[in-house]
């Protein structure tokens, strides 16, 4: 029988919201008066993964990086702005706002639908964007999946006088200490999986960039201080905590839903959901990632 009477639906029902949700601009100066109090937190990567920058139109990422400019102004040390769409021509024009809105630097993903053919081809890309903002500081965001980075930052420097260097989101450990190798003093590498940069800081990064910092913030910053007074035995019991929550939250099932709705609770404030297709966090998951959150840092 092609057409069973009977079916057993066992998928939770997909909420059914037909208008997008809506950015909120009125909760960013509060959120980095939370992250600068609360988390110790003075330098904020926007509108990139965690901020759901691919699924923004280009107007709400220049209402997002001018509020976070504005209300950062003075107490944090920087704003840099992720400007990568897959279209050069709203990559060019998001670079050339930043400059003007007066962030603090620009970081670029390479495009992920049409994705560049080779190293060459991503370097003209990127090339032309930061030409239309050439006093800007420029970091390329990698991901390893798109394109090596060593063969891409060879001679950068040549085409894009304005690179200052690489948030690294690769595992590879060998592909990183080739990159930090080569980099010049005035260039940063800011690391960006949360769960190994003690990993990375030994390999010599500069900084994080990470989802997870947004609530464990304050203890990563007593991570990376343990690790530069040589302390690895604190380091690493930091670093270890983290893995447990980050672990712990991946067998539930962790993404940006999830990461928004951690956020949320954490901070007190109402940030308010993603938008499609990133979902909502079940509220049941979020009170678990919460608890265990709670008995791995105490307060
Ligand atoms: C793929 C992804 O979302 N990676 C996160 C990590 O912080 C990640 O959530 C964390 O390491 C847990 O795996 C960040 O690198 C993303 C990030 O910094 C951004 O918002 O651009």
Redesign the pocket.
Known sequence: NPCPKKQVITRDPLPLKLKPIEINLSVIGPYIDYLKEKQGVNNV?VN????ESMSLSVEERKLLAEEWCRKAKGKMDQVIV?VGCLSLKDTQELAHHAAQIEADGIAVIAPSFFKPSSADVLRTFLQEVASTAPTLPFYY?H?PSVTGVNELIEGIEKVIPSFRGV?F?GSDLMDLGQCISYIPPHWSVLY????QLLGALVMGVHGA?????NYVGCHVNKLISAFETGDLVQARTIQFKIQEL?SFA?KLG?D?GV?KQLMNELSGLDLGPPRLPVMTCPAARALAIKQKYDSIFPE
């Open positions: 990567f990139g993964t965690t901020g992720h965001y991901v948030k989101s960006g999986i949360d769960e960039v990470g989802s997870t910092y980050v991946i962790f940006v990461n």
